[in-house]
C-alpha cells in the first residue's frame, strides 16, 4: 500500500530557526520540499570520507576473532588515547575522535595521495629504464662533464648508407659506437646538419643505476605509505562513525539552505504521511509552531513514495532495494503480485528440488550465523520452499534420472509435468507441451491481473479509459489463445480468436485517449490519433505473452545441464578417477546453480517490470520517502 501523503508548511520566528530545524531532525517525518544543496564544504566532506573509506578497504585487515591488536599511532601523529585504543584489537574496534582522528583522516590521505604520485613516477622511471637499457650502464652527469669542456657530444642510431656518407663528408667528427638494438650508433661533435635521417639519443637525467636507486627508494616510500594506511584501515568504524556524522551535517546544512525566511519568519515546507500527522501536530504544539496542512497538488511530480508493507509483503522489498525500483506516488502498488509471481518463476527457473535443498540449508546457516531471522532471510525460504516443491512435482533433484527409482520422491511428481516422463508412462513432446501450456497459462493470468488492477484504479479515479485496459484483457485472452494454436498446435478456431483481437483492438483505439481532465471528444480524438500505435502495441501484446515460454525453455536448459555433468562424471566414476568425478560434479553444479541465479535476474524479474508492469500501468518512477532525520547509518 502506498501511504497518503500531505504537504504541510512549517513557520517559526527567525530567531528560532535553529530549534525548528533540530525540532524536524528529531520528529523524523518531513520528507523536505525542493530541497537544495548541502554548502559546497559539507558535501565535500562526506565526499572526502567516503573515498577514503573506499581506499582504505584494500588494507583492511581480515576479521578474524584472534586478530592482530591494532598498533599506535598513524604517520606520527595518533598517540596518546589511539594508542591504547588501537590495544582494543579488531574484536573491539578502536575508538577515535576529535583531533585524533583528523590527524588520522590527514596522514591516510596524505599517504594516498603520496602512494599514486610514487606510484606514477615509478612507472615513468621504469619505463625510462628500459629505453635506457639498451645502451648500457653508463653516467649521463660524466658526459655532461666532457660538454663543460668543450665537446659538444651527440648520439645517433643511423643506418648503413647514412653512415656511409658521415665518413666520407670531412666537417663531421664522428666516431662509431657499439650497436643498440642492431642499428649502427655514433657519437658526434656537434650536431649532424638538419635533413640528414639520424634518430638523436637524448641523453637522460639519469643512468640505469640512477634510475634503479630511485625505483628502490620509491618502493620504500612506498612500503611506508601503506605501513600508513594498514594502521589507518584499523580505525574503520571511526571512519564509518565520522562519514555518519558528515552525512548528518550535510543533511543539515542542505535543510539550512532550504528554509525560506523574511525579517521576521523562518518556514520550510514538505511531505508527511497522513497517518504520521497526528504524532506531528503533538510536535509542533509542544514546539510551539505555526503550521499549515494541504492535500498535495495534482501536478505535483515531487512527491515521495512510502511503501506500507505488511507481513507478507515485506518480503519483496529487498528485491526492489537491488533492483533500485519504486512505484509513483500515483502508481499502484503490486507488492503482493510482485511476490507471489517472482517466487513461482524463481522455482521454475531454477527448476531443481536439489538445488532447493541447497538455497534452504544455506539460509538455515545464514539465520544460525546472524542470530536473527531478517527479511531476506524469510524471503530466501519462500524462495527455497517453492523451488523444492516445483522440484518434486518435476520429478529434478539434481538433474538424476535415478531419482526416480526412489518411492516417495516418484509418489511427488505430477506425470504430466515429470522430467522423466517414461517413468509415468507419458510421452517426452506431451510433458514439454504441458510445462509450455502452463508458462503461456501463467502469463496470461498475470496479465490480465496486471489489466484488472489497472480498471480498478481508472475506475477509482473516473477515468474512462479503464474500457482500454478491457480491451486489453480480450486481447491478452485472444493472444494466449493463438499462442497455443500456433507454439503447441491445440486444435482451435482462428475465427473467434481474430473477432476477440478486433474488439479490444477497437476499445484500445477507443477509449486510450479518455482522461478525467478531458471531455468524450477530445479523449476520442487522441485515442484515434494514436492508432497506430495501438495497432504496434496489439502485436506486441502477442510477443508478451509469447516471452512466458522463456519459463520453460530457461528450466529446460538448466536440466539439460545438470544431467551433461552428471553424465560426464559418470564416464570418470572408475577407480582413482572416481575423486575427479567428484570434483566435475560439484563444480558443475556449482557452475549451473550461478547460471540459473543469473537466469532468475534476466528473465524473471523481467517479466515481472515489462511485462506485468506494463499491463498494471507501472512505470517505477518513484522517489523514496526520506524524512529529514538523524541518521544511525549510511544511504545505500
Request: hydrophobic share 45%; aromatic share 8%; glycine share 8%.
Amino acid at each position: 500500500m502506498i501511504e497518503t501523503m500531505k504537504m504541510v508548511h512549517v513557520v517559526t520566528t527567525v530567531s528560532r530557526k535553529r530549534e525548528l530545524l533540530k525540532g524536524l531532525k528529531d520528529l523524523g517525518l518531513l520528507h523536505i520540499a525542493e530541497k537544495k544543496q548541502a554548502s559546497a564544504a559539507a558535501a565535500k566532506r562526506f565526499q572526502d570520507l567516503a573515498k577514503l573509506s573506499s581506499e582504505l578497504q584494500e588494507y583492511a585487515p581480515k576479521k578474524e576473532k584472534n586478530a592482530k591488536k591494532a598498533e599506535s599511532g598513524v604517520g606520527g601523529n595518533a598517540s596518546g588515547t589511539a594508542a591504547s585504543a588501537a590495544q582494543t584489537g579488531a574484536d573491539s574496534a578502536p575508538v577515535l575522535e576529535g583531533e585524533e582522528l583528523e590527524n588520522l583522516l590527514e596522514s591516510a590521505a596524505k599517504a594516498i595521495e603520496d602512494k599514486r604520485s610514487l606510484t606514477e613516477d615509478m612507472q615513468a622511471a621504469t619505463a625510462e629504464a628500459e629505453k635506457l637499457a639498451p645502451w648500457g650502464n653508463f653516467d649521463p652527469d660524466q658526459v655532461r662533464e666532457l660538454t663543460k669542456l668543450g665537446y659538444d657530444l651527440h648520439f645517433y642510431r643511423v643506418d648503413g648508407p647514412i653512415w656511409d656518407a658521415i665518413q666520407k663528408d670531412e666537417k663531421i667528427t664522428a666516431i662509431r659506437l657499439a650497436s643498440v638494438e642492431k642499428a649502427v650508433t655514433i657519437a658526434t661533435i656537434g650536431s649532424l646538419p638538419q635533413g640528414m635521417a639520424a634518430n638523436e639519443f637524448v641523453l637522460p637525467a639519469k643512468g640505469l643505476s640512477g634510475l634503479k636507486e630511485e625505483l628502490e627508494e620509491d618502493r620504500k616510500k612506498i612500503a611506508d605509505c601503506e605501513t600508513i594506511l594498514r594502521k589507518a584501515a584499523l580505525y574503520e568504524d571511526a571512519i564509518h562513525k565520522e562519514m555518519i556524522r558528515a552525512q548528518n551535517a550535510e543533511d543539515d546544512s542542505a535543510a539550512e539552505r532550504t528554509a525560506a525566511s523574511d525579517e521576521k519568519l523562518v518556514w520550510i515546507s514538505g511531505y508527511i504521511p497522513e497517518a504520521d500527522l497526528d504524532q506531528f501536530r503533538a510536535k509542533a504544539k509542544e514546539e510551539s509552531w505555526a503550521y499549515a496542512i494541504d492535500d498535495v497538488a495534482k501536478d505535483d511530480e515531487a512527491i515521495p513514495t512510502k511503501l506500507r508493507y505488511n507481513k507478507v509483503t515485506r518480503l519483496i522489498s529487498p528485491i526492489y532495494k537491488i533492483l533500485g525500483i519504486l512505484p509513483g506516488y500515483r502508481e499502484t502498488d503490486i507488492s503482493l503480485w510482485f511476490l507471489l509471481f517472482f517466487a513461482l518463476f524463481f522455482a521454475m527457473i531454477i527448476g531443481d528440488g536439489g538445488y532447493g535443498l541447497l538455497i534452504l540449508l544455506f539460509t538455515i546457516g545464514l539465520a544460525a550465523k546472524k542470530k536473527k531471522m531478517t527479511t531476506p532471510i524469510y524471503l530466501l525460504l519462500v524462495l527455497s520452499i517453492t523451488t523444492i516443491v516445483w522440484g518434486a512435482i518435476t520429478g529434478t533433484w539434481f538433474g538424476m534420472e535415478s531419482a526416480m527409482k526412489v518411492p516417495f520422491l516418484k509418489a511427488l511428481v505430477l506425470p504430466g509435468f515429470a522430467n522423466y516422463p517414461e517413468y509415468f508412462g507419458v510421452t517426452a513432446a506431451a510433458q514439454q507441451n504441458n510445462i509450455m501450456k502452463f508458462s503461456f497459462t501463467i502469463g496470461a493470468i498475470q496479465m490480465e491481473i496486471g489489466s484488472l488492477i489497472a480498471v480498478k484504479k481508472k475506475i477509482g479515479e473516473k477515468d474512462l479509459s479503464f474500457v482500454s485496459d478491457i480491451g486489453w484483457m480480450i486481447t491478452i485472452v485472444s493472444m494466449y489463445l493463438l499462442s497455443l494454436y500456433l507454439v503447441l498446435g491445440e486444435k482451435l478456431t482462428l475465427g473467434p480468436i481474430g473477432i476477440g483481437v478486433l474488439i479490444g483492438f477497437i476499445l484500445v483505439v477507443l477509449f486510450s485517449g479518455m482522461s478525467p481532465d478531458a471531455s468524450f471528444a477530445e479523449g476520442l480524438k487522441a485515442g484515434l490519433g494514436g492508432a497506430f500505435t495501438s495497432f504496434l502495441n496489439t502485436i506486441s501484446c502477442f510477443g508478451n505473452v509469447m516471452s512466458y515460454i522463456r519459463l520453460f525453455a530457461v528450466g529446460m536448459a538448466g536440466l539439460a545441464i545438470a544431467q551433461s555433468f552428471n553424465n560426464m562424471a559418470a564416464g570418470l566414476a572408475h577407480g582413482p578417477l572416481i575423486i575427479v568425478a567428484i570434483v566435475v560434479v560439484i563444480i558443475g553444479h556449482a557452475i549451473n546453480i550461478v547460471m540459473c541465479f543469473l537466469s532468475v535476474i534476466v528473465h524473471g524479474i523481467r517479466l515481472n517490470v515489462l511485462e506485468f508492469s506494463g499491463q498494471v500501468g507501472l512505470e517505477w518512477t518513484g522517489i523514496a520517502y526520506d524524512p529529514f532525520r538523524k541518521q544511525d547509518q549510511l544511504r545505500d
